[in-house]
Every structure is written in structure tokens, then in C-alpha cells.
């Protein structure tokens, strides 16, 4: 009988310590039952939204998770045992699942996808052609409103949603921006990427820089972080500028976070913000799929991976999001 | 040789001290060029958007009027004398001119109207048929994307514009709260207007007191005010409501006002807002005015008027536009 490790939420965590509020437990292997799935998961795929399901705040995405559940988060997962018609042992998967060896999953309950293992590098399927590149195709596109030859700015643009972002914008037309921080991210950026411009956000002020690099000011922001970074794009964004509000990770866990200093331009500048979730398209995935699969194909849009080995260490890997220690996507790997 | 009497500028208004900013000077009637016109000023229209002429701060609409500038606003004038075209001594118009007996304008400068004198009442050139309805129009059911069936918050509800807003919500089927300041006014929107509710903002915890008049969220918030209002609403906001930013009249001439302070809903419930700039579709007007004149012909939507009579009492009902001590449009007359 194999023992299954799950990590639990013992506490809604205080700011960014997880390390205190989750706990990696032991259980017997879990029965399934009609309609339902076994699998073994290869892939965790961390992301930094996953954290608002470890609040206590009514005002999150959904309701809290109850303390004690598992947390969950996005796997790439064989099926070991299936009792569901739609799903055969072997099939890889994408689904909402645990940070656990095993997962139960309910396919009546969505968010469960067979993935095509044509695709060369089956990590792509939470990359490239995951929901990070669904976010950034529709936040982008949609929510953003971009049109060739505009000014496009991305915060946490060495993320895998940022990354994404920025590429689809590249690709899209338009004069590129990102925000990282560091030097090594912003040459990763400039260089292996082909942004047009960096701004290191631990370098200095980032109002000022971005001034320098974008004077004709931002038609579209895509903004992962919020916080400061905000306040330092607002008054760069030009007249009629679009901000898409993917993700707030500088404030995630965080009470009483001032909001936009100078939201008075939302008005003078006529600016339009708009907030989404991802969730919301992730139907669209596999039709968008298909527009972005041939861009990762011919080597137009990549997405690298920051591994790291082991279900005992994905705190490792989740501070990461918070702390801005990697480039690209952030994957727990548990074995093939 | 008759004198004109001019408002003029004289220093940037410090908070809504225009008493200290502004002085009526004495001048000869201007003589006008080829292509101008001079109009003798009817009825003066006071707006609180024009406050921001009244700014050093290069980040308003427009570069800050220079010292010693006549005031600007829209009056309803007639025609004195014509070098254009295509007016006539005698047209009623509608046009940006100065707070003055008299006004040399350019119509080649755009934004010069001539009016329509089957309207029974040609205030409403500055009420429903004016600006502000357009304003409200186009804020209402274009920025706030308003559908039947959902519930229209509209902040400064008994203001010009907000009034405009909630009575054409509740045409298009809207479920309509007003807010206003002091319990005459509440009782004018729900009684007199026929809206749903009102809240006075000047009478406790206005977030719980639109918890309680709007239990299932906001759906559209028409916001002219912003500032504790906009922190307010926001907690009460639907999933995927939509703020339309119309004004924000309380943060006006005031520094450091600190932005919405529950920002982070923009994400946790998808909204969208939309600042906008009622300029921009200022060539609409008249298509609007054929489908807001039958409404107003029908008694389905009503304009009244705050009328303060004399050029030299222009800061009095200025004054009224910050303090909320005004019901409807607030109009200087002048005289025929």
C-alpha cells in the first residue's frame, strides 16, 4: 500500500510565510470513486494566484479554502486509475489538483484537460500552452486592447505571465517594456528576449527610468504586481492608456496596501483598468492554443523553466514567486 | 461705449478658494475680427469640471489656463454681432466662453452651437440637451456598459450630470441609487425622480449603508466625486461591475488624496473602470439630443434649475458645485 504525501493548509499564512501555515502530511493512497480520476503527478505548477486561496478573506477570488484541505494549485498529472469514460490510464493531464504525489480529481468539476503529447516539451502544456499563456493572450489582447505599434509595458515581465505578455506583444507589434528586477533579468530580457527596453525595478526610480524609456508614454500596461510599480506607471501612461490588471502579487497578503497614488489620471488621461480572471477564458485555452502553438514551434515565443526537484520542496520554489528568485516558469518536478 | 466685465484669473486656486483666485475686472467691449463672433452671455453654466482649468498642475485635462486668462465655462449666449457665416445676430448658441457679459468667440476653435428655440425651456440647452446629458448618456450606457436589470449607483445623484445618469439608468431598466448630501436631497431623487434609493453620504457608514440598499452588488457605479465615496462603493461592487469615472469632484484642487483604498477588488471582482472626458464626444451631441428630447418632452426626465442671478454672484453658485448645496443645474443669469 503506497502512502501519498499531501500538502495541507494548517493556517491562513501571515504575509508571505507559508513555511508556518502549510504542512506536508502522510495518507494512505486514496479509493476512487464513479467518475472519478487517480492520478500521479509529474508537474506542480506554481503560481503566485494560487496564494489568494490561502486567505481568510471573504473578498478573494472565491471562499477561503477551509484550513486542513489540501492546496491546490495546477499539476501535469498522468491517470494511474480511471473510472471515468473520458479518461484512460496513461492520458497526461492538466487539471486543478494538490500539491500532493497523488491527486483524486473529478472531471464533473471542470478544469481537467487531456493534453496533446505531440507537443515536444510536455512542460509547454503549462507554459506556453497553459493558462500563463492564455492569461497573456487575452489580458493583453482583450482586457489590454493592444494595437500594433503601441508602447506596451509588463511588470514582473520575467514571470512566466509577464514573459508570455511581453512576447505576445512583441510578436503583436509593439514597442516592449519590462519591469524585473535586477540586472540579470532585465539583460534576459533585452538580450535573449528581444524586449525593447528594461527597467530594473530595485535599481533607482522606476517613474524616472520609465519616463526615459517610454516618453512618448504606455498605451498598454500589463500589470502583475501593483503596489509601487503602479504608482510609478501611472503617470507615464498616455492619453487613452489601458491597464490590465492580471495580478497584484506586490500586495497579495498584505492588509492596508495604499491604492494608486495618482488615480486621479485615471480620469485626466481617460485611462480604462480592467481586472480579470483567468479562469473566466480557460475554455478558450485550447482555441487560443492553436493561434500560439506555431509561435512556440518556429521559436518565436519561448518559456524557460526554473525546476526545481521534489514534493518536500516546493516552499523552495512557491517563495520564489513572491521574492522574484526566478525567470520563467516555476515547476515543482515529482517524477515521471 | 458699453464696459464688459470679465472674471479673470488671477493665481491658481488654493483648495476651492476662488474667492482669492478670481476678480472681476472692467474692460471696452472687445471689438471682433473676421470669422468671430460676439455673443452677449444669457445664462452662465456652471460645472465642477472646470475647476481644473483653474490648475498649475500639467497633469489635468489640458495645460493650465495662464494668469490673467478669463475664467472659461459654457454659456448659453446670443448672437450680437457676426463676422462668420454661419451665424447671425439673434442665434441662441451654446458655447466655451468666459465668465463675462460679453464674449468674442471663434468658431473655427469648434464648440460653438447654435441652438434649437422649439425647445420650450432653453435652459435645457444646458441640462438634457447640453453637455451634462450627453455626459451622462454616454458614461452611463457606453463607460458603464449598463444592461437592464442591474443596479446603477450614481454618486453626486442630484448634481447636474448624476441626475442625468440616474433617470436615464432608470429608463433603460436599472435598478438606481442615488447619493447625495442631507435628507432634502434623498428625498427629492426617491420621491421626486423616482429613484430606488438614496443614500446621504453625510449621515454615517455610507459602504454599510449601500450593503444594505444593494445586497446583490453594484453593477454600475456612474462615480462623479471619487475620494471616501469611491471607498465606499467599492466593497459593494458586483463581479465584472463597471465604475464609470465621470468626475472626481472631492479630490479637486487637493494634493495627496490618497487612491481607493480597496484597489485590489479591481482584481478579486474583475471590474473595469473607465475614466473618460465628456469632450471627446462632444460631436455627438446632437445625435444624443434626438433620442434624450422626447424623454424630456414626455416628463420621463426632468432638469431643475439652481439659478443665481448676476455675473457678480458667479462665486456664490460656483461655491455651490464643492459644497453640494445645489439641486439640478446650476446657472448664472444674466440677463436676455
Same mark, same amino acid.
Given at each position: ?12 499564512? *501571515? ?12 495518507? +494512505? ?9 487517480? $492520478? ?25 479554502? +477551509? ?9 501535469? @498529472?498522468? $491517470? ?8 484512460? +490510464? ?16 473529478? %472531471? ?10 505531440? $507537443? @515536444? ?18 489580458? !493583453? !489582447? ?26 505576445? @506583444? ?12 535586477? +540586472?540579470? *533579468? ?28 517610454? %516618453? ?12 509601487? #510599480?503602479?504608482?510609478?506607471? #501611472? ?5 487613452? &492608456?489601458?491597464?490590465? $490588471? ?13 491604492? %494608486? ?17 483567468? %479562469? ?29 526537484? &521534489? ?17 520563467? *516558469? ?7
Amino acid at each position: 500500500m503506497t502512502i501519498n504525501r499531501i500538502w495541507r493548509l494548517e493556517a491562513y499564512p *501571515k504575509g508571505n510565510d507559508f513555511a508556518s501555515a502549510v504542512r506536508l502530511s502522510e495518507q +494512505p493512497m486514496p479509493a476512487i470513486g464513479d467518475g472519478e480520476l487517480l $492520478v500521479k503527478n509529474v508537474y506542480l505548477s506554481l503560481d503566485a494566484g494560487t496564494r489568494m486561496w490561502m486567505t481568510a478573506r471573504e473578498d478573494s477570488y472565491s471562499a477561503p479554502t +477551509p484550513l486542513g484541505s489540501a492546496v491546490i494549485g495546477f499539476v501535469l @498529472a498522468r $491517470v494511474v486509475q480511471s473510472r471515468h469514460p473520458g479518461f484512460k +490510464p496513461g492520458d497526461l493531464v492538466r487539471a486543478y489538483g494538490q500539491w500532493a504525489d497523488y491527486s483524486v480529481l473529478v %472531471p464533473a468539476h471542470g478544469d481537467i484537460w487531456v493534453l496533446d503529447e505531440s $507537443v @515536444a516539451d510536455m512542460r509547454q502544456h503549462a507554459g506556453v500552452l497553459g493558462p500563463n499563456g492564455w492569461t497573456a493572450y487575452v489580458g !493583453l !489582447l482583450e482586457y489590454g486592447r493592444m494595437q500594433p505599434g503601441e508602447t506596451v509595458l509588463v511588470s514582473a515581465a520575467a514571470g512566466a505571465t509577464g514573459l508570455l505578455a511581453a512576447q505576445i @506583444a512583441k510578436i503583436a507589434g509593439s514597442r516592449v517594456i519590462g519591469i524585473a528586477g535586477g +540586472p540579470e *533579468k532585465g539583460r534576459f530580457l533585452t538580450e535573449q528576449i528581444g524586449l525593447d527596453a528594461s527597467v530594473d525595478h530595485r535599481a533607482g526610480d522606476v517613474e524616472a527610468a520609465l519616463r526615459a524609456v517610454a %516618453p512618448g508614454g504606455i498605451d498598454v500596461y500589463f500589470d502583475n504586481v501593483g503596489g509601487p #510599480l503602479l504608482d510609478a506607471a #501611472l503617470p507615464n501612461m498616455a492619453l487613452r &492608456g489601458r491597464i490590465a $490588471v492580471c495580478g497584484l502579487v506586490s500586495t497579495y497578503g498584505r492588509e492596508g496596501v495604499p491604492g %494608486p497614488a495618482r488615480y486621479d489620471l485615471v480620469l485626466m488621461r481617460r485611462l480604462n483598468i480592467a481586472g480579470f480572471f483567468s %479562469p473566466d477564458f480557460y475554455g478558450r485555452g485550447e482555441a487560443i492554443n492553436r493561434l500560439t502553438r506555431p509561435w512556440l514551434e518556429d521559436g518565436r515565443i519561448t518559456m524557460p523553466f526554473d525546476i526545481t526537484d &521534489g514534493l518536500e520542496n516546493v516552499l523552495v520554489a512557491y517563495a520564489k514567486l513572491f521574492t522574484g528568485g526566478n525567470i520563467g *516558469k516555476v515547476l515543482v518536478h515529482l517524477g515521471e
